[in-house]
């Protein structure tokens, strides 16, 4: 039947693009802008895994995909002026195979994009440009 619920006001919150990054190729990270389900850009970035020791621990880094994640965040960032404290959302898709050590790389690819945000008094400090959570599936 007809729907009963009124028009949404100007101020109904929107659903915001985000950027999905999979992670679960072991050649390619796939980056895709995301509108709800309506895709608006895929971009594949190769995997290099930079990997290292300091003290005990071992240590992995994406240099191409914190990259590749900062160009995507200049061009098609809802969120880059300093008087806006709302972040971007990048969504982390990956397998329960993933070592824990190669998420948190891939997390940390993500915060490393950052942004001016002004602050009380005047005062201007960087932030990460993005939150980032995890696909609920696949």
């Known amino acids: 039947g007809p729907t009963t619920q009124p028009p949404c006001a100007p101020d109904c919150p929107k ?3 985000r950027l999905h990054v999979d992670m679960k190729g072991t050649d ?3 980056l895709s802008w995301k ?36 160009a995507e965040w200049r061009e098609a960032g809802s969120h880059q002026s300093p008087t806006d404290p709302a972040r971007d959302e990048a ?6 195979a993933t070592p824990y ?26 932030v990460p440009a993005f939150n980032v959570t995890f696909a609920a599936a696949n």
């Not at 602050?119 to 201007?124: A, I, Y």
């Open 15 to 17: 659903a915001s693009k």
């Open 28 to 30: 390619k990270f796939v």
């Open 35 to 70: 509108d709800g389900n309506t895709v608006i850009k895929t971009l594949d970035v190769p995997r290099h895994d930079v990997v290292s020791r300091e003290g005990p621990v071992k240590v992995v880094r994406f240099p191409e995909l914190s990259n590749a994640i900062a």
């Open 91 to 96: 969504v982390l898709h990956t397998d329960d």
């Open 101 to 126: 050590a190669y998420l948190i790389a891939a997390i940390d690819s993500v915060y490393q994009v950052e942004r001016p945000l002004d602050m009380v008094r005047g005062k201007r400090t960087q």
